[in-house]
């Protein structure tokens, strides 16, 4: 078993200090770059020029403003050290869906880059983009009634306008606290819109059920009448396949084998594995366990739930604080014991490293989010991986394919979309083929709700176009849900980055 | 060109269009003259408060009074101009405990509700109230749209009769004094239409109208001075003026007032999408040309940044500033401004200087402008020898009859929520006579939501002049300042109004717009004007337009042709986008007669 219990112990004294960790150490350099943009407008020049940028506008305007060390705002105390004795708002609301975000629309000049950006409001004229959706509506909104407009409904949350936006505009967080606010005032209880929401946003309960007896479900979820059902009854599409459960389960595994296989002072990693990982592709979580121990590492798997990704896309933020309540309560812990944080889904990382600190007001959140890695990201900051990739002994020829790589939107907001290819391209005998910049389509549980599908698959039409113009006919992403979408729309089998990995340092895991 | 009317009321403002309203549904025949827009001196140069009494409640109890009672009138028959914001006189830990005390008193005395709050009490209501706001009183103080306001006014009093003229200013009053009298009388005026009568189109040909009248009505405010020259009567009016500025997004949705004896930058009103900081006070002596300096806007942030700390960040859109019409009567020989009454003067000319047919309104506040048009009419009515009640007090503003029903505009017009909902509560009762449309209804701001049919509907009364569609609608007054929209404005002028004149409409809302843009040109709204800049160079060649010169554009130089081709000649040859340093951009040169 592993040997870190969960420590529950009160840290809030310390969180003060990890906003030194922010500007200190070299770590930080290849992370959060998300929202690193805002940097380059907080130098701000004369004196009377000297209103702070926007980015930390918002996180004035936020609930987290009392919090240092704001990575949300990557301009990093350094460039603003009045924003904490200068200016600090009262919590004055029950929650984060009634946060006013109505200042973040300062940074907006309307140049509609978002927009143009949105791989939704591309194939779907009736979608009136992100520059509506954040700044515009925000602007136009007042406090004292629920009027988002519905079309929230139709944003993917894939984050994209973050990317695009030049000014730092906080697009993805008014779209989460809108959509908060739409499900929260707006949608009745008893809708099936609202039923649906629950139910693909808390995959985790449904995973947990699935895997008492996998098999049994497997069958009957593969069932075309179940699935014919679910898409009338629920409005889940019958066009997908459900993803199929493990026979065992990650963490099931990870307790047969006894947890950590290597110990260590100084080379320590926590785990945050997330539901697919878990119950549907345990096959991830062992590559980045045996890939992580070949370079000496310790691994931690603690205690954890739903990253929330798919609950902030549906609005259910509630559920959503619940769930990070323990993911940042058992990872800060073991951050204090020197652990960092590593994940293996790229929309994991992005909610703890930018929705956290965004949406919600934790202990710890702060800490976490400056603390938290890629799995590949990690290993290319700490590790010489091109040259241990290169010395590998494997013949990496005779049993490994050529891959077509898209980068998941969510590791593009983080600035990970050329890592794969860097990486594939160190291995010896393998073509990785960037299958480009387009959005897959899916965005987690977009693409499964029966009137999203369309869009979902126009969307994915230009990266099927792409995978079928490669030579190599096996997928490889760090998206649990691009993956289906890749395989859905071609066919060809998905693997994960962590998986060449394995294969080319450790030889070890799943066959190709 | 001749014409007769009862009563001449000259000056377009609240107190113009009010006595306007007034008198016309007493059955007077009235014809209103303003020589820019409606709202084009004081009324559309101010923060938009619509005051409970709170600020004088300590030094004017009367003028708290009347606040108060006309408070509680316009929030019934102006509804639709009006937001219930409320009001907070608050209390930083200098100001002393004592005034606390006696503006609660006074609130009390003056039959202001009132209600004490602590200071976290206050930041629950307005999280952004700096930490060390130790108390608070709340009063009804709301906020007011005084375009709409004053458009609704002269609609009221068109559908009773008046004739109401925009762009027509006085260039004389026509004095009678008969030979042998000492006696004088003023029986007229005489206007110039800049581009005819009737509602505005850009280039039609000035005209002269004299216009004969049974009696003037002097409401030109702070040019009511000018006027009383034109007749030999002199009012003694001291334009104060006053600067304030435009937030992007409202910091507050409740008017922030410090609670302080009077001083400057002491507001904060919510103003629709908007926040505005006011204000300054300072003797000036033209009404029309006077500095507009830094120092001021400098002195709103430092002032104002003490209650709501946000504020230090704010994005600004622009910064304005309006010259009060003060008058203090002969004699009384205050020094500051600030001392100077608030209250109104009506000046009966004939008891005061021996000139009858003449009345000359001074004074007063935007907030009690119905009460002040309701003695001016009373007066007016009894020179005319007219008996009847007034009864603007009891009937609704056009738009006001009933709340506009957002529910009906967000499904019957399939528009957005947001959209819907400012969209009718501009329009009021009128949402569905305007919004009810077959056409497509896209949305032409986008920053204040405001789509064609409303632009529409606004062009029917303010022609060519898209300044007067501005007041009317808000369109092109969001944070892009008309940089995405003022374009899209001007073709809603086609195909009704000629090409040069949808150009020369054009320009001219551009101008007003950059006129109060660059006194608030820093950080975000500097890189706002810069991209503005490239857009409507790039996509309108708006920097150097070859349809404005007097050249033959060179086509050829747009299109090179196949290589080799050689084209035009000299700098013309550059991409459209090529810019003259000395752009028509120039700051000094913009002091643009606007609004």
Redesign the interface.
Known sequence: MFGHAPDDGDESDETESSCGCEAGSGESDGSAESRSTSEVRSD?GEP??E??P?S??CS??GIDADVPGDPGSAGGAGSHPSSDD?????Q??PDSTEQ?L??G???????STCDTNCPVAEVDDEF?GP??QGP??????????P?????IDKCSNCMRCDHACP?DVPLSQMHNTARGRYVDDQLSKLSIQYLRKKILSNYGRLGRLGSLFPRTTNFVMGNRAVRWITDRTLGITDEREFPEFATQTFRSWWDERGGAQVQSEDRRVAYFHGDYANYNTPEVGKALVRVFESFGYEVAVPRQRCSGTPMFANGMLDDARRAATVNVTEFDALIEEGYDVVCSCTSCSMALRQEYPELFDIDGTERVAANTYDAVEYLRIHEDLREELADAETDADDELPDLAYHAPCHARNQGLAEQALEVGDAVEGVDVDDVGDSCSGISGTYGWKSKHYDTSMAIGDEMFDHMEDSEAETGMTECPTCAMQMEHGTGYDVRHTLELLEATLVGEGEAW | MESNTGALVIGGGSTGTGVARDLAMRGVDVTLVEKGNLTHGTTGRMHGLLHSGGRYAVSDQPSAVECIEENRILRDIASHCVEETGGLFVKRPEDTEEYFETKLEGCQECGIPTEVLSG?EA??ME??LA?DVDRAIRVPDGAIDPFRLCVANAESATNHGARIETHAEVVDLLVDEPAGTDEAAVVGAEIRHESGTGSRTHGEQTEIETIYADHVINAAGAWAGQLGDLAGVDVAVQPAKGAMTVT????V?TVINRCRPKGDADILVPHE?TAILGTTDEAVDDPEHYPEEQREV?LLFEQLTDLV??L????TLRTFWGVRPLYEPPGTGTQDTGDITRDFFLLDHADRDGVTGFTSIVGGKFTTYRAMAEEISDHVCDRLGVSADCRTADVPLPGSESPGRLDDAMDRYGL????A??SAERLGSKTEAVLGTDEPNPVVC????VTRAELQNAIESAGSDLNDVRIRTRASM???QG??CAHRMAAELSPEYESPTVRAAHDELLQERWKGERHAL???QL??AA?NYALHATTMNLDRDPARTDDDPEYAAFDTGPPGHTAGTGDTTAAADGGRPTGSRSADEEGHDGD
């Open positions: 701000g009377s020029d209103r702070r926007t930390e506008l004035d305007g200068e200016f600090e708002p009262v004055v609301f006013d109505r200042p629309a300062d940074s907006c000049y309307k140049c009136p520059k509506f515009e509506q925000w602007r136009l909104s007042r406090d004292d009634a009027e988002i407009d519905d079309s000014t | 976290a930041r629950e999280p952004y930490q992007n997004v409202r910091q949705d999408t400098d700390p946000i230090e960040d704010a994005r957005r929520s947001p959209i909902r400012r986008e920053c204040e939501a969001g944070n892009c940089g995405i820093w950080g975000e890189a706002q991209l």
